[in-house]
């Protein structure tokens, strides 16, 4: 999904292209361009990977009246400087959103025409294609062009030639215009330029628009003219970005039923009951010789790499670690070329885990970072970077970008596991379509969460808390705790159940509840004890279990259930509710829930 | 202009499918049937939509989001209590400044349906009416020369044949009315009164007929029908999936992106597969099918026109036929669903008919092996049914069967 928006009036282009552009942000990005015509009528012509604040640091001080701007949010393909907008050919400048079906066949009858690539995407095609037709009229070129081309496509054009004409044209991908006083523009979402003008057009499918200072003009693909009607918007643009809900930590929970597919989509072969990875470039052998796995990751990432110690281990029999990035690059690491070295980190720009990953780079270790940001500075600094593709996660609490990188621990973890014949192909099948069914078990957690909710309000005025779980339900143990105290303020902690009574067993009062993470499994009897324990000091016992399991009901006060499924998946539901719970007693405690106190979403300091 | 989208109802006759999402969301020719009304009201150009939801409100939400991706923006209000059609509306007040159009979020329109009334809406109050012949269940509009005297809700005598579609063109003089409704018998302020009251106030109400589609899916089976109807008229194809060398397609079908559909299976348009979804090998599907995103079938399977929502998988050897089956539902092998005609299906001691069914199974089934199941039949949601059953009634929300 990409951003687009384009400028025309007496307004200084480049400042009012890089506001606009940031108020797409909030739908992702991973490289930006912009090509704008100076006063002199120079066109200059600027792309950056990364974020927009590093485009602008590039662009130069130049005054400027038209230009076209893009940002983009490549769930895959890389985002190269190379392959960021604007595209262009002779005098013309094309950003484009959407896919150009047929640009394989264009592109080699373009090539036989002479015309020379640069970049390894379709949007070049339409650059080549209107600049192949362009001779003094725009719009016609563009009309031209586009009668050869299948696919969708929200462009805006600039020609060199033509500094007070902008032409944008759109099918199957969103595109609107804003109409100002002398000024007026073109954007892919209307937030981009809410804060300039409220008047907006919107383009149909086949429509084409020249775009002038003094107004426009919008024709179908035949030339004939359309007359358009203007909408007036009145819109709380918060309030759209969150889409009805209150707070984007419970959208983005909602999200996970989907976000979860997104992760999977393309990477399982149920049948052949294997894992396809093909952006890890590691031969079979390499993976055979593995010694050992070393995670590092910081936060709500650091309690998946637990969770992906325990699978490595159990599953793929690989000697797993896992450290926060802030505690590894001082301890002196003791690592060989025969280990792999993963850091995982949702933002790519976790300050503690980039560091750390290039120590470990220095000692000849193969590194892989998993990242839900295309193009983030992880994915430079790591060998090879696998995307979590959750699309982009706004509250600080993080949950869906959390439930995805398990997913591709998951995946990865089959696909070692199979490598290294640890697990069998029947055992993956299984492994697999359980996997398929987990967002279906996930959207019935999510249709009973009020039951929730009624458990957050009866402990909302509770002063600690503790999460309890083993093996793999102790990662989420962490991950419940580590939820609660970011956005309700409540202390609480994850302790691996055994470990309660080698101290904190001390604390356990009947005013403190302890959930207790307890699907059925291999540890179930050993918690089945450990929540007996703390029965015995008076503690109320939140149990996060099976919903068929009767057996559990005896020994605690609230049972949260979750659908049943394989043992080892049970983190994959367990981790929503203990999201669920924290959000609720944040919000029975009026906390500011998207933004907590002296948080920040991506920790790029030391 | 601005819409106002009535979607916070439930569906009560669309159980079971609709313990879990409103009618408004259930699929029908891949697409919720919400999705078709937006479509409609962004190809006419409105686009600023005021979306009044209640029941289950999230799957809309998570669903359509800020309405972007589908050309247009959507603000939710949220009516709490369903306490009729007048209470739904007063919810969308603070976002109307003058004309606006209201329309049912469960009925299947096109984007004709919507023109006709605004080319040709007059008066204070325009409704748009279609002709039926069986009326039964509905509201009907008393006119004379387009001028509406009074709608008689679910008449016992033949005294029109113009139905209230409920889709109106209001001014905001419709909230001062729906101020002093009076709640009606069965307990709900319903927004006829607050038009009645206007007709008796000397405004001018004008019905405007149509003969475009609109379509009242009144029981979950009639989706079968309207699915039907839907995929005829879908226009081209696309496909975007992975058709093996050795699989046959024939006539209208579509395939979404990362869809394999494996050697020796043989589809027959009309037809629309979702995304990411595994068919086959040797799978047979036949006319008038809908299959959403994530659905595995496995080998050996014949369907046909039936609606299958997303996230369900089919297990090898299984014949389904007219049958509706919702999200999330894993299905063993040899499922045989039953065909009858001219059934008569009791729901809450109310007897219903449908002219042809095989069953309904609600989101978020476990059904194992060789499970069969009989003509007319329901599954709600969340069961567990053991394999070699015979399904000879209906079987409650998180039922055991073993």
């Not at chain 1, 640091?57 to 893009?70: C, D, L, T």
């Not at chain 1, 390894?120 to 600049?131: C, F």
């Not at chain 2, 029981?219 to 109807?229: E, G, I, K, P, T």
């Amino acid at each position: 999904m990409c951003g687009i928006v384009g400028y025309i009036g007496n307004g200084d282009a480049i400042r009012i292209l890089f506001e606009s552009l940031k108020r797409l942000e909030y739908r992702g990005y991973d490289s930006a361009g912009l090509a704008v015509i100076d006063d002199e009528g120079n066109i200059g012509i600027f792309k950056k990977e990364g974020e927009i604040s590093r485009l602008e640091s590039v662009v130069p001080a130049i005054i400027s009246r038209i230009g076209i701007g893009h940002t983009r949010w490549a769930t895959h393909g890389k985002p190269t400087q190379q392959n960021a907008h604007p595209h262009s050919s002779g005098h013309i400048s094309v950003v484009h959103n959407g896919i150009i079906e047929n640009y394989q066949e264009l592109k080699e009858e373009l090539i036989s025409e002479g015309y020379e690539f640069l970049s390894d995407t379709d949007t070049e095609v339409l650059a080549h294609l209107i600049s192949k037709y362009y001779s003094n009229n725009l719009a016609a070129a563009v009309r031209q062009a586009l009668g050869h081309v299948r696919g969708s496509y929200g462009i805006a054009i600039l020609c060199d030639e033509i500094p007070d004409e902008l032409v944008a044209a759109r099918k199957d991908s969103p595109l609107i215009i804003g109409l100002g006083e002398q000024e007026n523009f073109i954007a892919s979402d209307i937030p981009a330029i809410l804060k300039y003008t409220n008047r907006i057009i919107y383009v149909e499918n086949e429509e084409i628009i020249s775009v002038k200072q003094a107004g426009i003009q919008v024709t179908d693909l035949e030339g004939n003219p359309r007359i358009k009607e203007e909408h007036i918007i009145e819109w709380d643009m918060e309030a759209a970005e969150k889409a009805g809900y209150p707070h984007f930590m419970l959208k983005e929970i909602h999200e996970q039923t989907s976000s979860i597919h997104e992760t999977m989509v393309g990477r399982l072969h149920e049948l052949e009951g294997n894992v396809n990875f093909e952006e890890l470039e590691m031969t079979q052998e390499q993976i055979q010789q593995l010694q050992r796995i070393e995670i590092i990751a910081c936060g709500t990432s650091y309690n998946a790499g637990l969770l992906g110690k325990y699978l490595f281990e159990k599953l793929a029999g690989i000697h797993t670690d896992v450290d926060s990035g802030s505690e590894f690059r001082y301890s002196n690491p003791v690592l060989a070329p025969s280990t792999l070295v993963i850091g995982i980190t949702q933002s790519g720009e976790t300050a503690d885990t980039l560091a750390a990953l290039r120590e470990a780079a220095s000692y000849g270790c193969k590194t892989l970072a998993v990242t839900n940001v295309v193009g983030s500075s992880v994915s430079r600094e790591a060998s090879t970077t696998i995307y979590t593709r959750a699309g982009p996660e706004i509250g600080v609490a993080a949950t869906k970008s959390f439930i995805s990188q398990l997913v591709i621990l998951y995946l990865l973890v089959i696909y070692f596991a199979r490598s290294r014949s640890f697990m069998n192909a029947n055992r993956a099948r299984v492994l697999l379509s359980e996997m398929r069914k987990i967002p279906g078990h996930i959207d019935h957690i999510l249709e009973n969460k009020e039951k929730i909710h009624e458990c957050a309000s009866l402990f909302v005025d509770s002063q600690d808390y503790f999460f309890i779980g083993r093996n793999i339900n102790y990662p989420i143990a962490m991950e419940g705790a580590l939820k609660l105290k970011e956005i309700s303020y409540i202390h609480a902690e994850g302790y691996a159940a055994g470990e309660l009574k080698h101290g904190p067993l001390a604390l356990i009062s009947n005013d403190v509840p302890v959930v207790a993470i307890a699907p059925q499994g291999s540890t179930y009897d050993k918690i089945l004890s450990n929540i007996k324990e703390v029965k015995a000091r008076d503690a109320s016992v939140i149990g996060i279990a099976n919903q068929d399991d009767d057996e559990i009901l005896k020994y605690i006060d609230i049972v949260l259930p979750i659908p049943r499924t394989d043992e080892l998946l049970s983190p994959l539901l367990t981790t929503v509710v203990v999201q669920l719970l924290a959000y609720y007693t944040a919000l029975e405690r009026k906390c500011s829930i998207d933004k907590p106190r002296n948080l920040a979403k991506s920790v790029t300091v030391e | 202009m601005k819409a106002v989208i009535l979607a916070a109802g439930e569906g009560l006759r669309c159980r079971p499918l609709t313990l879990t999402r409103s009618k408004v969301m259930l699929l029908v020719a891949n697409k919720p049937i919400l999705e078709h009304i937006i479509d409609a009201l962004a190809q006419c150009g409105i686009v600023n939509i005021i979306m009044v939801v209640g029941y289950r409100k999230e799957r809309i939400m998570d669903y359509f989001r800020d309405g972007i991706n589908f050309g247009v923006n959507i603000t939710y209000v949220e009516q709490k209590g369903q306490l009729g059609t007048a209470h739904a509306l007063k919810q969308a007040f603070p976002y109307i400044e003058d004309e606006f159009i209201v329309l049912n979020g469960d009925n299947i329109i096109e984007a004709e349906t919507i023109s006709d009334l605004l080319e040709n809406k007059s008066g204070d109050i325009s409704i748009l009416t279609v002709t039926r012949e069986d009326i039964e269940g509905y509201g009907v509009v008393i006119s004379d020369n387009n001028n509406v005297k009074q709608i008689v809700e679910k008449p016992k005598k033949d005294v029109s044949r113009m139905i209230n579609t409920g889709i109106y063109i209001f001014n905001p003089d419709i909230f001062t009315a729906i101020e002093s409704t009076m709640i009606s018998e069965i307990g709900e302020y319903s927004i006829i009164d607050s038009i009645q009251q206007m007709i008796d106030e000397g405004k001018v109400v004008t019905m405007v007929k149509s003969q475009s589609t609109w379509i009242d899916a009144v029981h979950s089976w009639d989706l079968l029908n309207v699915n039907a109807y839907l995929l005829e008229r879908c226009k081209q194809p696309i496909i975007n999936g992975n058709v093996e060398a050795g699989a046959i397609i024939k006539g209208n079908v579509s395939i979404g992106a990362n869809t394999i559909v494996r050697s020796g299976s043989y589809i027959i348009g009309p037809a629309i597969i979702g995304k990411n979804c595994e068919i086959g090998p040797n799978v047979v599907i036949l006319p008038s099918t809908t299959i959403g995103n994530n659905c595995t079938i496995e080998p050996f399977n014949q369907i046909n026109n039936s609606i299958i929502n997303h996230d369900v998988r089919i297990g090898a050897f299984s014949y389904i036929s007219n049958t509706l089956i919702g999200a999330h539902n894993s299905i063993g092998s040899h499922f045989i669903t039953e065909t009858g005609e001219n059934l008569v299906i009791e729901m809450k001691g109310i007897l219903h008919r449908a002219e042809k069914l095989g069953a309904v199974i609600g989101d978020g089934n476990e059904i194992k092996h060789r499970v069969l199941t009989e003509p007319g039949k329901m599954i709600a949601t969340g069961c567990n049914i053991a394999s070699g059953r015979n399904i000879s009634k209906d079987i409650p929300e998180d039922a055991l069967l073993i």
